[in-house]
């Protein structure tokens, strides 16, 4: 976790604060695999500067859910008091500050409180009404409290009783900065409060998990505390938590679960369920998950599942780029252009296309653990589609003619398919992707189907990536998901060239071309099965008449 705001707020009481904008961008957290982010919100009715706060705020938050990474919001509204910076602590200026930012941004769904505590404890529950998004406390200095941490958390016992209420944050205590005793160390929010621990944790899961968890956790933290407080905070809080899941009612439960995805039942699934967060997390319109030299850039961790990665490369003439493979197998397809592709002592020349929609092309397979340069001498668009895999197989190239083309469908569910990484057509260890074409008015991926589990010899586990391209500068096109379970994944999305659709679970089709604009996608699929197939199940209300 990091912030990206400058100041602290334990005990500040300064005449100018500065709470400028740290160099972090929600880019560079995701590259740098940070957790969430963290910001600060302070409006100052006497101070014009205030008018440009929520806006700049807003940016932050939409480009972090852009990256679906959850955000802290910390809101404060400030009074000047004999010249020096106070926060209004009162119950009416929290409960404005905290519906304030509730609001900000184009999206909720990745967004996270940190709600200061009013100065009268029984004045939170009205505070906490303010926003039904999750959210943590944040306490004073509980060293000074008569009686200690314990009297503190009891002190505020009936504050956190609240679904959306995931614990209580000591703010003398949750720091980044490196500590006194250890420079090169910083003090982890997590290990001062459950609270933080569970809105990570829980993004995308219930509150109603084993307790097991809760204890092997607990357990952790109290060899990771610095002192026996720590320890004892944790054990605090977990009594807390146990209370409100003794007390929470179905009805709060399925209110609080519109924040949170279904909980799954394995490791893998846990994995894959981070990237179900409303559609805002799995439609992404072009240019929103663009890094560096990369129009867009999906990999495991940033789609929150296990496998499937997909890289969009754009080269200038006589530009070339390194890619350092890891984990994963790749393949590179060139969408517009031809490259060189080169790896150790193989070097393997593509011819390319003008545009994906003047037929197949040639393709490089590249191995795991292997450093790749991949070269244009007249600039390009490559797609680099991947797969975390065990083995490490040999590069080799693909060439355009032994490419199979599959005429699926008629009139207007027909489209074509070149199977150019298709099972059967060309040997990965997980990595399966093919191209499909669909003519301006017709519909494709119909019938709706799924293959989000794993059922042997009738349906493989399969998380998937949709990449488009549409034909003409103001072509569009639509992609529906639908759920296969519930709060399953459920989307419908306006497409246009450059957007991508993650698909972690769930029925997916159609997909349907605006008439006069040709479609183009490119499915990139892999998952966790013990072979590599494309087994699928379609949905039983869509196939009668299906041509």
Same mark, same amino acid.
């Given at each position: 976790?990091?912030?990206?705001?400058?100041?602290?707020l334990?005990g500040s009481?300064f005449?100018?604060? &500065?709470?400028?904008?740290?160099?972090?961008?929600?880019?560079d957290?995701?590259?740098?695999?940070f957790?969430?982010?963290?910001?600060l919100?302070?409006?100052?009715? %006497?101070?014009p500067?205030?008018?440009t706060?929520?806006?700049?705020a807003?940016?932050a938050?939409?480009?972090?859910?852009?990256?679906?990474?959850?955000?802290?919001?910390?809101?404060?509204?400030?009074?000047?008091?004999?010249?020096?910076?106070? *926060?209004?602590?009162?119950?009416?200026?929290?409960?404005?500050s905290?519906?304030?930012?509730?609001?900000?941004?184009?999206?909720s769904?990745?967004?996270?409180?940190?709600?200061?505590?009013?100065?009268d404890?029984?004045?939170?529950?009205?505070v906490?009404?303010?926003?039904?998004?999750?959210?943590?406390?944040?306490?004073?200095?509980?060293?000074?409290?008569?009686?200690?941490?314990?009297?503190? +958390?009891?002190?505020?016992?009936?504050?956190?009783?609240?679904?959306?209420?995931q614990?209580?944050?000591?703010?003398?205590?949750?720091?980044?900065?490196?500590?006194?005793?250890?420079?090169?160390?910083?003090?982890?929010?997590?290990?001062?409060?459950r609270?933080?621990?569970?809105?990570?944790?829980?993004?995308?899961?219930n509150?109603h998990?084993?307790?097991?968890?809760?204890?092997?956790?607990?357990?952790?933290?109290?060899r990771?505390?610095?002192?026996?407080?720590d320890?004892h905070?944790a054990?605090?809080?977990?009594?807390?938590?146990?209370a409100?899941?003794?007390?929470?009612?179905?009805a709060? +439960?399925?209110?609080?679960a519109t924040?949170?995805a279904?909980a799954?039942?394995?490791?893998?699934?846990?994995?894959?369920?981070h990237?179900?967060?409303?559609?805002?997390?799995?439609?992404?319109p072009?240019?929103?998950?663009? &890094?560096?030299?990369?129009?867009?850039?999906? /990999?495991p961790?940033?789609a929150?599942?296990? +496998?499937?990665?997909l890289?969009?490369?754009e080269?200038?003439?006589?530009?070339?780029?390194?890619l350092d493979?890891?984990g994963s197998?790749?393949?590179?397809?060139p969408?517009?252009?031809?490259?060189?592709?080169?790896t150790?002592?193989?070097?393997?020349?593509?011819?390319?296309r003008?545009?994906?929609?003047?037929?197949?092309?040639?393709?490089?397979y590249?191995?795991?653990?292997?450093?790749?340069?991949?070269?244009s001498?007249?600039g390009?668009?490559f797609?680099?589609?991947g797969?975390?895999?065990?083995?490490?197989?040999?590069?080799?190239?693909?060439?355009?003619?032994?490419?199979p083309?599959?005429?699926?469908?008629?009139? &207007?569910?027909a489209?074509?398919?070149? *199977?150019?990484?298709?099972?059967?057509a060309?040997? $990965? /260890?997980?990595?399966?992707a093919?191209?499909?074409?669909?003519?301006?008015?017709?519909?494709?991926?119909?019938?709706?189907?799924?293959?989000?589990?794993?059922?042997?010899?009738?349906?493989?586990?399969?998380?998937e990536?949709?990449?488009?391209?549409?034909?003409?500068?103001?072509?569009?096109?639509?992609?529906?998901?639908?759920?296969s379970?519930?709060?399953?994944? %459920?989307l419908?999305?306006?497409?246009?060239?450059?957007?991508?659709?993650?698909?972690?679970d769930?029925?997916?089709?159609?997909?349907?071309?605006?008439?006069?604009h %040709?479609? +183009?996608?490119l *499915?990139v699929?892999?998952?966790p099965?013990?072979?590599?197939a494309?087994?699928? $199940?379609f949905?039983?209300?869509?196939?009668?008449g299906?041509?």
């Open positions: 976790m990091t912030r990206v705001y400058r100041t602290e334990a009481a005449p100018q604060p &500065d709470d400028r904008f740290t160099g972090y961008r929600a880019q957290l995701a590259h740098l695999g957790d969430a982010g963290e910001l919100l302070r409006i100052d009715y %006497d101070d500067g205030s008018l706060t929520p806006h700049s807003a940016r938050i939409d480009a972090m859910a852009a990256h679906r990474l959850p955000v802290f919001v910390e809101p404060f509204i400030c009074r000047r008091v004999g010249g020096v910076l106070r *926060n209004d602590l009162t119950a009416e200026a929290v409960a404005r905290t519906a304030v930012a509730s609001g900000l941004a184009g999206t769904a990745h967004t996270r409180l940190k709600i200061p505590v009013t100065e404890p029984d004045d939170m529950a009205r906490t009404e303010t926003s039904t998004l999750p959210a943590v406390l944040l306490g004073g200095d509980v060293n000074g409290t008569e009686g200690g941490q314990a009297a503190a +958390y009891g002190r505020w016992r009936g504050a956190l009783r609240p679904p959306t209420v614990g209580l944050v000591r703010a003398a205590h949750c720091s980044i900065r490196p500590t006194a005793t250890s420079p090169r160390r910083s003090t982890r929010p997590w290990a001062c409060s609270g933080y621990a569970r809105l990570m944790d829980n993004r995308d899961r509150p998990r084993d307790h097991a968890t809760h204890d092997a956790r607990d357990a952790h933290d109290a990771d505390a610095h002192d026996a407080r320890a905070e054990h605090v809080t977990h009594a807390t938590h146990e409100y899941e003794a007390h929470a009612t179905h709060t +439960y399925e209110a609080h924040h949170e279904h799954t039942h394995d490791a893998h699934r846990e994995r894959r369920a990237g179900n967060r409303g559609a805002h997390g799995r439609h992404l072009a240019g929103t998950a663009a &890094d560096g030299p990369y129009a867009l850039d999906i /990999d961790a940033r929150g599942w296990g +496998y499937s990665a890289r969009i490369l080269l200038a003439p006589g530009a070339s780029h390194r493979t890891g197998e790749w393949i590179v397809l969408l517009a252009g031809g490259c060189t592709v080169r150790g002592e193989t070097a393997m020349e593509l011819a390319g003008t545009s994906v929609f003047a037929g197949v092309t040639d393709f490089a590249v191995p795991r653990d292997a450093r790749v340069v991949i070269a001498a007249a390009g668009r797609a680099l589609a797969a975390k895999c065990e083995r490490r197989l040999p590069a080799r190239r693909g060439p355009a003619p032994d490419v083309v599959e005429d699926r469908g008629s009139a &207007d569910c489209r074509r398919v070149h *199977n150019f990484a298709a099972v059967g060309f040997v $990965c /260890d997980r990595l399966i093919v191209e499909v074409l669909t003519p301006g008015g017709n519909w494709s991926s119909y019938p709706p189907h799924k293959h989000d589990e794993y059922r042997p010899g009738e349906e493989s586990e399969l998380e990536i949709y990449y488009f391209e549409i034909e003409g500068e103001h072509g569009f096109g639509y992609q529906r998901v639908s759920p379970r519930p709060r399953g994944t %459920d419908l999305a306006e497409v246009r060239s450059g957007d991508a659709v993650l698909v972690p769930g029925w997916h089709g159609p997909s349907i071309a605006a008439p006069g %040709d479609m +183009y996608y *499915n699929m892999a998952g099965g013990p072979e590599r494309w087994r699928i $199940c949905h039983p209300d869509h196939t009668e299906y041509r």
